[in-house]
């Protein structure tokens, strides 16, 4: 079965930093463009970052310079660091490359 499990959110002061994790279950990762997605209170889901199977990555103007997605095949685990946080970036974080089986996400919150 697919599954994602996020983990590495908490309270962060603005500027401040952290690394999100996912483990993915239930299919060959290695040859799936992955994505970081978060959705803030009352607001939809929206995309953060994708990386390829084979390394390119994409970010999404808000996060571009701040954040970087990366990838471990043999741990079948993608990361986000998150650099110089602010406000705005407060949301429940997921990672997900079909669109379904959301996990539980982990929870990014940025205040003083």
């Known amino acids: 079965q697919v599954q994602f499990v996020e983990s590495g959110g908490g309270l962060v002061q603005p500027g401040g930093s952290l690394r999100l994790s996912c483990a993915a279950r239930g299919f060959i990762f290695n040859v799936y463009t992955m994505g970081w997605y978060r959705q803030a209170p009352g607001k939809q889901r929206e995309f953060v970052a994708r990386i390829t199977s084979g390394g390119s990555t994409d970010y999404a103007e808000s996060v571009k310079d701040r954040f970087t997605i990366s990838r471990d095949n043999a741990k079948n685990t993608v990361y986000l660091q998150m650099n110089s946080l602010k406000p705005e970036d407060t949301a429940v974080y997921y990672c997900?490359?079909?669109?379904?089986?959301w996990g539980q996400g982990t929870q990014v919150t940025v205040s003083s």
């Open positions: 997900n490359t079909f669109g379904t089986n």
